[in-house]
């Protein structure tokens, strides 16, 4: 057999193979975020209370819903950070918020041609309340700022509104600091 034909058989055929690495790669990378799913899932349960949007005025919309969601992420996000040895978690969860993002762009009727483009936006925004509240530490006067200038669309949101939704975040980001990592990436978020 000749070089090229037994190569061509490696490469669809062999276990080492090219495409069977590939391929082994593209779906155990799947299965890896898989394991992040239910971490996800309670991230968005924690978004979805209604406090944020009664007690703490953010607007019941996919831009207040994604303002709490992204800000919750960053909060798990900063934690896994902080522990140095989590970056394969960091990235895997972040890659199920950009697929979430592009299922609701795509319900909205984005299309493939600038679906990208949107997504790019969102995560430029979720990663600047990420930069946000790094900075913000766990000043409760600095984590209101980020509230305020995040969370209400440019409106000025009213003071006891304002205080709530920053209780709420405040309240989880101590909470996450305390939930140990192994229950923190099984998705045993505290409740808010």
């Known amino acids: 057999m000749n070089r090229e034909v037994m ?5 669809t055929q062999g276990r080492g193979g090219i495409a069977s690495r590939l391929f082994g790669r593209l ?6 975020r898989d394991r992040f799913r239910p971490l996800y899932a309670v991230l ?25 969601l992204s800000a919750l992420l960053a909060v798990v996000l900063l934690r896994l950070e902080g522990a140095g040895t989590e970056r394969e978690a960091e990235a895997l969860i972040s890659e199920l918020f950009v697929e979430d993002m592009d299922g609701h762009l795509r319900e909205d009727g984005i299309g493939d041609q600038i679906v990208g483009k949107h997504v790019r936006q969102l995560m430029g925004a979720a990663a600047g309340r990420h930069q946000a509240l790094r900075l913000a530490g766990d000043d409760h006067e600095a984590i209101a700022q980020v509230v305020s200038r995040n969370f209400y669309g440019g409106e000025s949101p009213a003071a006891g509104a304002l205080r709530a939704a920053t209780d709420l975040l405040a309240g989880f980001r101590a909470a996450v600091a305390l939930t140990p990592l192994p229950a923190l990436k099984d998705g045993a978020l505290p409740p808010l």
Not at 7 to 11: K, V
Not at 27 to 32: A, I, V
Not at 47 to 59: E, I, K, L, S
Request: hydrophobic share 30%.
């Open 7 to 11: 190569g061509a058989t490696e490469i």
């Open 27 to 32: 779906f155990s990378s799947r299965r890896e």
């Open 44 to 68: 968005v349960e924690r978004a979805r209370d209604p406090r944020w949007y009664t007690d703490g005025g953010v607007p019941d919309t996919r831009t207040g819903r994604f303002a709490v």
